[in-house]
């Protein structure tokens, strides 16, 4: 049993533990009793789950949310218009708006339009369009206000690396101090 406390929602303290269960799952735990067993979807960056790997992944960072199409993915539904966003920019090529769980000040996310589903995935055609996204990132954090003190550019691939969404996606975060290694 590993006990643990993270930051949850608001900056309110959370502790969690872990139990493996008859059949060697693992479950989230707090001081509400048991909260779901094997694997948690959704987007909570409270909600924690140990995969089959035996290593922490964030609610949402699971095999079966990586199995889910691109074209069926949340940013999917805001690329066409059916979940809104608030838009930092976009263009042809890309759209860049705000994380709904932020997990800094500043929280932008830059998804391509081309539907791909993680950066492994890309190909020699993509490469324009990958470079495309970098630039995009200084622009967006002078726009955002952290261009001087720096920000921190995310792009997380498969389910170790707690990719959520089967979209690939890059993560322009600032607006406080950064500790090092992340993670």
Request: proline share 6%.
């Amino acid at each position: 049993r590993a006990t643990r406390r993270v930051l949850g929602c608001g900056l309110k303290r959370h502790s969690y533990s872990f139990n493996r269960g008859s059949k060697g799952k693992f479950w989230y735990e707090s001081s509400g009793g048991c909260v779901d067993k094997g694997m948690i979807r959704g987007f909570s960056s409270t909600k924690w789950m140990m995969g089959e790997d035996k290593q922490p992944q964030k609610a949402g960072a699971t095999i079966e949310a990586l199995k889910i199409p691109p074209e069926e993915t949340i940013f999917a539904k805001i690329l066409d218009g059916r979940i809104p966003c608030k838009k930092v920019h976009e263009d042809d090529l890309a759209l860049a708006f705000h994380d709904v769980t932020p997990q800094a000040p500043v929280h932008i996310l830059i998804i391509p339009k081309k539907p791909i589903g993680k950066l492994s995935s890309a190909t020699s055609e993509d490469q324009s369009l990958l470079g495309h996204m970098m630039l995009l990132a200084p622009k967006i954090a002078e726009s955002q206000g952290i261009d001087k003190t720096g920000y921190r550019i995310v792009v997380n691939n498969g389910t170790h690396a707690q990719q959520s969404v089967h979209w690939l996606h890059i993560h322009v975060i600032g607006g406080r101090q950064f500790t090092w290694p992340p993670g």
